[in-house]
């Protein structure tokens, strides 16, 4: 996609970034795509560790079970804070559930259909970005792509120029970003970019089976790893009729090196 492809920002609806905090420790989890083994895994060892918040940085329902999602979300809300952000999926669903996109591929066709008004009327809510106020880090700016787009892919490649540019309206000196599937933590442009990794689908040379995630705090930056059963996410699929079982089983067995990502991310700077 070219450099000039459309900008997803915020929402017309939205008015100034929230702000929220402070926290000691803050648990960042990012592109679950509705992997619910993954998920569940993941919630247990953010509450062991105690996280005072949990920030979901966007593509939460995108995937073989949105309705199981969300209610693990929600039943996580009765024992510890969550912020959900919006990620480029959810823009997606809620577009062709209002009727203003039209599905194309079968996949988009099945995937609204997994979406009940309930679960479009929750990712609806969700914000474009937040800051959190987080306690050795300071104000940290958390959003799904970059804070310009939603779009936007921003890897331990980009260069400092375009992540200068896409930080032009940011205050912050920590940017948290997912989209890309790839867990990293680097200093770029006189910031700190860090993205979680995915729950439900990253981009890995690790075995499968492995979920990724971050715990931010007083402690700095942690990159974490948490093990779940492969076999019952990929059986999911099939059970469900997702059209895209096969491609997404591929992608949890066998996905592509963080390597190959950053080399095409870098050559198409913005996707969908």
Known sequence: M?????????APWEGAVGRHGPFQRVAVLSDVHANVPALMAVLDEVEREAAELVVFCGD????AEPERTVQAVRSLGRRTPYLCLRGNSE???????????????PREYWMVAQHTP????????FPFSAIVEITGLGPV????GSPRSDTELVTPGT?????????????????????????????VAGRRSINPG????????GRPGTAYWAMLGSDDVE?????????????AGPRLGDPAADAIAGLLNSPPSPAEIIEEAEELVFSD
């Open 223 to 235: 990159l974490r790893q948490t093990r779940y059963d492969v076999a019952e996410a990929l059986a």
């Open 118 to 125: 309930a679960v479009v009327e929750f990712v609806a809510a």
């Open 91 to 105: 823009r997606a669903v809620i577009d062709m559930a209002r009727g203003t996109r039209s599905p194309g591929r």
């Open 60 to 63: 939460l329902t995108w995937g």
């Open 2 to 10: 070219a450099l000039n492809q459309e900008i997803h920002g915020p």
């Open 141 to 144: 700016r958390f959003c799904h």
């Open 198 to 205: 995915s729950v439900g689908l990253p981009h890995h040379d």
């Open 159 to 187: 260069p400092e120029d375009r992540f200068t540019r896409l930080c032009a309206d940011v205050e912050e000196q920590v940017l948290v970003t997912g989209h890309t599937h790839l867990q990293f933590d680097r200093m």
